[in-house]
């Protein structure tokens, strides 16, 4: 931050502690994976963050400087979601812990659920007529997949991914406008959607529309 001497200081520091939410072992030989529970995943997050804390305060000019950590839990290396941030804190400056911890409401879904969260049903529905207008276009189609980023049980982006095979450039552009028009006539204006087309060779198309736009942008790659 800038000061009134027309200098440059630290206004502050920001850590992101990123917490395994499983471990794995083996027994004879035979290798497993088992998941740590929320409540000890959180006490030892706050435990980790109280510590670095007090290392930082250490450090030549970090002793007044407020800190702020969040707690960030890491998906198996298996799943096919990434993981979030689940609390948040500050040490004021001067203190050697964090002072307080708020949660963070946060989760990323994958579509179509089978799960039956009424927070994701309407979203779930939506996807799930996208995904049967998109293989009506293709008879040999293999799979739509979407991820769904919620705050505070509300979806804001929706990340679609769509293989298909390799077809010349008039058909991908074809396919490309149709499900544009998909994009348009499913899902909700206030979120950011983003389809990413992709064949063998690599990326095909990628469709944007950002929330509370009325026009998507398409990119069709060379």
Do not use: C
Not at 60 to 83: C, H, R, T, Y
């Amino acid at each position: 931050m800038k000061t009134n001497e027309d200098t440059i200081r630290l206004g502050g520091i920001s850590i992101g502690l990123a917490l395994n939410s499983s471990y794995s072992g083996s027994e004879n030989g035979i290798s497993y994976e088992e998941e740590i529970p929320q409540a000890q995943l959180e006490k030892e997050g706050k435990r980790i963050a109280d510590e670095i804390v007090k290392r930082l305060r250490e450090k030549e000019g970090l002793a007044d400087v407020p800190i702020v950590v969040g707690l960030f839990k890491q998906n198996a290396g298996s799943s096919m979601i990434p993981g979030t941030y689940f609390s948040s804190g500050a040490a004021p400056g001067g203190k050697n812990s964090v002072a307080s911890w708020n949660p963070i409401n946060e989760d990323y879904v994958l579509f179509p659920t089978s799960g039956s969260d009424d927070n994701y049903r309407d979203i779930d529905t939506a996807f799930r007529n996208f995904k049967q207008d998109v293989e009506i276009y293709f008879s040999n189609y293999t799979s739509v997949i979407g991820t769904g980023f919620y705050q505070e049980n509300e979806l804001k982006e929706l990340k679609v991914e769509i293989p298909i095979q390799f077809y010349g450039v008039s058909e991908v552009i074809g396919f490309t406008q149709y499900v544009t028009g998909l994009v348009m006539e499913h899902f909700p204006e206030n979120v950011l959607i983003e389809v990413s087309v992709t064949s063998s060779n690599g990326p095909e198309a990628l469709i944007l529309k950002k929330a509370g736009e009325t026009e998507p942008f398409v990119h069709i790659y060379e």
